[in-house]
């Protein structure tokens, strides 16, 4: 090179170095600053095609549902801008609709490569021979996404290593934008869903009794574990009053009162279901007070609340029962609840109380029928949520129905007080899915060495599901409530 021609070639190369510099520091205040991806995008393919000298760049998106989308384009040769678009938008279309390229993760590394080089070879020839065209791929996550192109017609044009390394350059920045708007959006969706669970969760909260009624004969236990803001379990005690009865002096009295033990779940999460328990709950108050039949109970519930159930496309189990404190007796109608078990102190065994019915609102005419049973001092009575019985341990084991009884019977017989039995019957939950509680274990919950492991605690299932426990234990006749 001629030595006038040296101070030249020096400044035109600091110009060119600038230029890369301005143009790199567009793109990354872009990145900062832009709320909207397409924006970003758009600057993709002018920068691209910038930075290499081309006439023009291309963005390709390789969608997650199939599809390939020619997302941006950039030409300086506007009588040809419109030509290019159209022809390149026919390919990925025919591209698209010839065979979905991203169906599965499995087959996406075999597709991918044979992909890329095909669109390459369509868009040389829909460009022409005079055009040169290259591409990089556009990588998120290591995954193909997509492919960056530019392309150009001038007949010197070379594409060296440095142009190589500034369109990879740009198609990474791209690809971050892209991860980033897509963790965003992802974001927002969590985010929104946790509130949801919240506000379920709180309304389930508010609905549920703070404390257990004081019933002479008996003494209650409840508790309602919530497992990560779920909802659905519903439970719910109702003082029902008796009939008016005239005394001599012509004044009124109460006969008594029954009270109305109510369990139940309503399908479905967050505020969906938080609002179906309201309606629930009101309606099974309005149906007890008005002194019908459990049975009846439910009949009327399950009609009132068909339509609204039938169009959400969610159904309630339900399991309501009534206590008569005079006669110790409890009556009760099954919507296709969990069966309560009676534990019978006399006998020590186990009796399911469950009737004939279906859940409220699968049918708009079903049946339900009831039962009733004398209770005795010390029988207990155990109404539950199917959290409990679907707890599983590390070996994918559910505690299932049988667990339950066993753990009722342990407790039934070690424990005087319901809340006593109520903490032993979650205490065993807990053991079975190898957590350990302050009581021994009992018999039929043998030591796991497994479930002992401290290096095993990252692998204990969590709960998928609310898991609703309540005890009634019946007194002896002299003992107070």
């Not at 506000?199 to 909260?205: A, E, F, L, M």
């Not at 039962?371 to 009575?381: E, F, K, T």
């Amino acid at each position: 090179m001629p030595a006038p021609a040296m101070p030249d070639r020096v400044a035109e190369l600091e110009r060119e170095h600038h230029r890369m510099q301005y143009l790199l520091a567009w793109l990354a205040f872009a990145l900062r600053s832009f709320n909207n991806l397409n924006q970003i995008l758009e600057l993709t393919a002018f920068v691209a095609s910038q930075l290499t000298d081309a006439e023009g760049g291309a963005l390709v998106l390789f969608n997650p549902n199939g599809t390939i989308q020619l997302d941006q384009l950039h030409c300086s040769d506007l009588n040809h801008r419109e030509q290019i678009r159209a022809e390149m938008e026919q390919i990925t279309q025919t591209l698209s609709a010839q065979e979905p390229i991203l169906k599965t993760e499995g087959s996406l590394s075999v597709k991918i490569p044979a992909l890329e080089h095909l669109l390459d070879e369509r868009f040389r020839q829909s460009l022409g021979p005079d055009v040169r065209l290259f591409g990089t791929p556009l990588l998120i996550r290591n995954s193909v996404q997509g492919r960056l192109y530019v392309f150009s017609r001038q007949p010197g044009y070379h594409w060296d290593e440095r142009r190589q390394q500034l369109l990879r350059l740009v198609a990474d920045q791209a690809g971050v934008a892209i991860e980033n708007d897509r963790l965003t959006a992802a974001l927002r969706r969590k985010m929104a869903l946790e509130k949801e669970m919240e506000i379920g969760s709180y309304i389930q909260t508010q609905l549920l009794p703070r404390e257990c009624p004081q019933v002479k004969g008996i003494r209650l236990a409840a508790r309602c574990r919530v497992a990560s803001k779920v909802g659905g379990d519903y439970y719910d005690f109702i003082k029902i009053p008796g009939e008016r009865l005239e005394t001599s002096d012509s004044s009124e009295e109460t006969a008594g009162f029954r009270l109305a033990i109510v369990i139940g779940d309503v399908m479905g999460k967050g505020v969906p279901a938080g609002l179906l328990m309201t309606m629930t709950r009101a309606m099974v108050r309005a149906e007890a007070l008005n002194r019908h039949s459990p049975a009846r109970v439910l009949q009327h519930l399950n009609r009132a609340m068909y339509s609204d159930l039938e169009n959400s496309n969610r159904f309630i189990s339900l399991f309501y029962s009534e206590y008569d404190p005079r006669s110790h007796r409890l009556c009760f109608s099954n919507a296709a609840h969990n069966p309560t078990l009676w534990w019978q102190a006399r006998t020590r065994e186990i009796q399911p109380l469950d009737t004939e019915g279906a859940l409220i609102g699968l049918e708009e005419n079903s049946h339900y029928s009831e039962s009733c049973v004398q209770l005795q001092p010390g029988d207990v009575v155990v109404y539950y949520t199917d959290g409990y019985t679907e707890t599983a341990n590390t070996r994918g084991e559910r505690l299932e129905t049988s667990g339950l009884m066993d753990a009722i019977q342990y407790a039934a017989r070690r424990y005087d007080s319901p809340e006593d039995i109520l903490e032993s019957l979650f205490e065993q939950m807990d053991a079975f899915r190898g957590r350990r509680g302050s009581h021994p274990l009992p018999l039929w919950l043998p030591e796991d060495p497994e479930l002992l492991l401290q290096d095993e605690i990252s692998l204990r299932p969590e709960p998928v599901d609310d898991t609703t426990l309540v005890v009634l234990k019946v007194l002896p006749d002299s003992e107070p409530a």
